[in-house]
């Protein structure tokens, strides 16, 4: 498969299943991807929320896990645990903790979350939940407002996990 980027402006991931090389004539980027991903398995746990549509908890690729954005739903109830954005924090965290877990890693091998907010007013109060849990180790991490999010929750996490040892 081969894609063609055209512009002068470009944003360009590089994965460890990309093969990257450029041919820039007229500012035309070329890249080439790997036919085959390599390894592919999907995550799932009793421990963390059921996925509410088609979608995985976590999928293995190779050496990275990536999980799915996790609302904070107690996996036994399926509810939101509270409108508390604090306790809504620890428990997205808390699922996204038990679906790294399964995949036999821990919150310290964790690279890049994700964390999406209903009210960005709610950041400080968010950070300090996330603070103890990546208290040592600090992933990359981007936080965003959002308009609205699955069940009117007020914070959804993501991760990217590193499962090489």
Same mark, same amino acid.
């Given at each position: 498969?081969?894609?063609?980027?055209?512009?002068?402006?470009? #944003? +360009?991931?590089?994965?460890? *299943?990309?093969?990257?090389?450029?041919k820039?004539?007229?500012?035309?980027?070329?890249?080439?991807? #790997?036919?085959?991903? @390599?390894?592919?398995? %999907?995550? *799932?746990?009793? #421990?963390?929320? $059921?996925?509410? @549509? =088609?979608?995985?908890?976590?999928?293995?690729?190779?050496?990275?896990?990536?999980?799915?954005?996790?609302?904070?739903?107690? =996996?036994?109830?399926?509810? $939101?645990?509270?409108?508390? &954005?604090?306790?809504?924090?620890?428990?997205?965290?808390?699922? %996204?903790?038990? +679906?790294?877990?399964?995949? @036999?890693?821990?919150?310290?091998?964790? &690279?890049?979350?994700?964390?999406?907010? $209903?009210?960005?007013?709610?950041?400080?109060?968010?950070?300090?939940?996330?603070?103890?849990?990546?208290s040592?180790?600090k992933?990359?991490?981007?936080?965003?407002?959002?308009?609205?999010?699955?069940?009117?929750?007020?914070?959804? &996490?993501?991760? &990217?996990? *590193?499962?090489? #040892?």
């Amino acid at each position: 498969m081969c894609v063609c980027v055209c512009g002068v402006n470009h #944003k +360009i991931a590089l994965y460890r *299943n990309l093969i990257y090389f450029s041919k820039i004539t007229k500012s035309v980027i070329y890249l080439a991807f #790997k036919k085959e991903w @390599g390894y592919m398995k %999907v995550v *799932n746990t009793e #421990k963390a929320p $059921k996925a509410l @549509g =088609p979608y995985s908890q976590g999928i293995i690729v190779n050496d990275f896990l990536f999980v799915s954005g996790q609302i904070p739903f107690d =996996p036994l109830t399926m509810q $939101k645990v509270s409108e508390n &954005i604090k306790d809504q924090t620890r428990q997205s965290l808390e699922n %996204v903790k038990a +679906i790294v877990e399964s995949a @036999g890693a821990t919150l310290k091998d964790v &690279i890049r979350c994700g964390v999406f907010l $209903k009210n960005m007013d709610d950041f400080t109060a968010m950070n300090e939940i996330y603070a103890e849990y990546f208290s040592e180790w600090k992933p990359a991490r981007s936080a965003v407002e959002v308009a609205r999010l699955p069940k009117d929750v007020l914070v959804e &996490i993501e991760a &990217i996990v *590193n499962l090489r #040892k």
